[in-house]
């Protein structure tokens, strides 16, 4: 429900909210020509009287723009879309980007923890298997793919990791939702990421721009792997 309009549409005065609420008159004609934000205090105050309660439910960001404006930042993109200039702003504003002394690594952390690869809306997450296995089934749907994450970075490096050391996937798509009927049944699904499991996840941005193909194999660009790698660290909201 939008609390202005439960505002505007009540049959109480301004003068008579004020009066029960505590808020001012002039306050509550800044919100209702939009002049002002109501504070949450406020808010609630106004809305009891109204008969309303107020909940706040919070949950971890899964914003594209932000991979993009690292990668903007580190000169392998440019941008002028308005949600990635206000996240460079922001890269800026908290000391992490190069300009304002932040690091290299600094800076895909933060990407890494506002991109949320992870926990992107239609994301879809598997148990341990060959990575090789369902990014045959991506590619044979037709759709764009890049592989990214720990195990991607593994193999761009040239290196096996040890049976100790798990590594995650990301496998970037269109859709991931169209690929799970074409994936072999020993392909287990998952609630939730887990270590060493693969997460097909939705294109959102420019993930796959400046994609490399190495013997059929697609991956992402370096920044864009450097900053999934990274969000292996964040899952569950860390």
């Not at 809305?47 to 991979?67: F, K, N, P, T």
């Not at 990575?131 to 991607?152: C, E, H, L, N, Y």
């Not at 798990?166 to 009927?181: E, H």
């Amino acid at each position: 429900m939008d609390p202005v309009q439960l505002l505007k549409k009540s049959p109480l005065s301004l003068s008579e909210i004020s009066r029960r609420s505590g808020v001012s008159r002039n306050t509550l004609n800044l919100w209702l020509r939009g002049a002002a934000q109501p504070s949450l205090a406020g808010l609630e105050k106004v809305m009891r009287v109204l008969g309303y309660e107020v909940s706040v439910q919070v949950h971890h960001m899964s914003d594209a723009a932000a991979a993009t404006a690292a990668r903007v930042l580190l000169g392998e993109l440019s941008s002028e879309e308005p949600d990635v200039k206000a996240w460079i702003d922001r890269f800026v504003q908290w000391g992490d980007a190069a300009a304002v002394g932040g690091s290299y690594q600094a800076l895909m952390e933060r990407a890494a923890w506002a991109s949320n690869p992870y926990g992107r809306h239609g994301a879809l997450h598997f148990l341990p298997s060959n990575p090789i296995t369902i990014a045959s089934a991506v590619d044979a749907s037709g759709q764009t793919w890049a592989m990214s994450g720990a195990f991607a970075a593994q193999r761009v490096a040239g290196q096996i990791a040890g049976e100790e050391e798990p590594q995650s996937t990301l496998i970037w798509c269109t859709n991931p939702a169209d690929i799970v009927s074409s994936l072999p049944t020993r392909i287990r699904a998952s609630s939730e990421p887990v270590s060493g499991g693969i997460t097909l996840v939705p294109v959102a941005g420019e993930e796959l721009t400046g994609a490399t193909n190495e013997a059929g194999i697609h991956y992402v660009s370096p920044h864009q792997l450097a900053i999934d790698v990274c969000a292996e660290n964040y899952i569950g909201g860390a």
